[in-house]
């Protein structure tokens, strides 16, 4: 019994060093390769972390990156970075077939002093016409964000088609979700080709209100020197006159719910399913009116 027991325990302890010795591999074999694309990165940005942690299954959780870039002189600082599961055909350079990774803790500042002052020299008659000020902007907020993100797809090579997810949300200010799902995709590769011509099969984007669209409101609002309330009148009133002329409407909910979130906004969801995937490259050649009939467009707000 004893002798059994010895081997067991010689098995077990056999196990967990396989284990360990696994996952020393995979942190060690993940933070050269790391290390590496960071390098041949370094001539645009110098990219720095505090940690970076390995799991048995391949999950890769960095903390405290700094991205410096000298173009701007600005640092970006990402409190923790989460690759779900590393993919295997990273080791081999090629493209995932399935990708997914989570940042939160996103610093995020802009001098949009200097952001306008390159789009006067870009495109000094369009910066005339802008109906916002760089003040307007720092009013907002919107020159200093902390934000989450996610992005993640996946390919399916039987369907030949891949479905994107992406989430932002902007603390105290907004939140978007966007989901797309392409078809004709006969390879991941084949999504970046020139010859490739992918098709729309269903997409959605949903706005989330935590602030920003009612302080946009307040902005224009002073701009006017009118009430919040008035201001939101009159979009209500340029709805209706705008469906009165427009040739293609939008059916009846789809504007009570643009009506609602301008009301009181929340959650808005812009969502289109064509009968027949549509052709990417062929879009261009419909006005906005029908394209928006061609994709089925539905809009719906929720609280």
Do not use: C
């Not at 610093?107 to 910066?127: G, H, N, S, V, W």
């Amino acid at each position: 019994m004893k002798k059994l027991f010895s081997v067991l325990l010689a098995l077990i302890i056999l196990a967990a060093l396989g284990l360990l010795g696994y996952k020393i591999y995979l942190h060690f074999f993940i933070k050269n390769k790391l290390d590496e694309n960071l390098q041949s990165v370094s001539m645009f940005a110098d990219v720095s972390y505090d940690k970076l942690e390995v799991s048995l299954d391949r999950k890769i959780v960095l903390k405290g990156i700094d991205i410096y870039s000298p173009a701007t002189s600005e640092t970006t600082h990402i409190e923790r970075l989460e690759l779900l599961k590393y993919p295997q055909e990273f080791k081999t350079g090629q493209l995932p077939e399935a990708f997914h990774m989570r940042a939160t803790g996103v610093e995020l500042k802009f001098d949009i002093d200097e952001m306008f002052r390159r789009y006067r020299m870009q495109q000094p008659k369009a910066a005339s016409e802008l109906p916002i000020t760089a003040d307007d902007l720092y009013r907002l907020g919107l020159n200093d964000l902390l934000a989450n993100f996610e992005i993640k797809y996946q390919f399916n090579k039987i369907g030949s088609w891949i479905q994107f997810n992406y989430n932002a949300t902007y603390i105290d200010q907004a939140g978007f979700d966007i989901s797309v799902r392409l078809g004709n995709i006969s390879s991941i590769e084949n999504i970046i080709s020139q010859h490739s011509s992918p098709t729309l099969n269903q997409a959605s984007v949903t706005l989330k209100e935590y602030g920003l669209i009612e302080d946009i409101f307040g902005l224009l609002a002073r701009h006017d020197e009118i009430s919040v309330a008035e201001i939101k009148k009159q979009m209500l009133a340029d709805i209706d006159a705008q469906q009165a002329k427009s040739k293609n409407k939008l059916d009846a909910k789809s504007i009570q719910a643009v009506k609602q979130f301008i009301t009181k906004p929340a959650v808005l969801t812009l969502s289109v399913h064509p009968e027949q995937p549509l052709n990417i490259a062929h879009m261009d050649l419909y006005s906005p009116e029908a394209l928006a009939d061609l994709l089925q467009l539905e809009i719906n707000y929720s609280q």
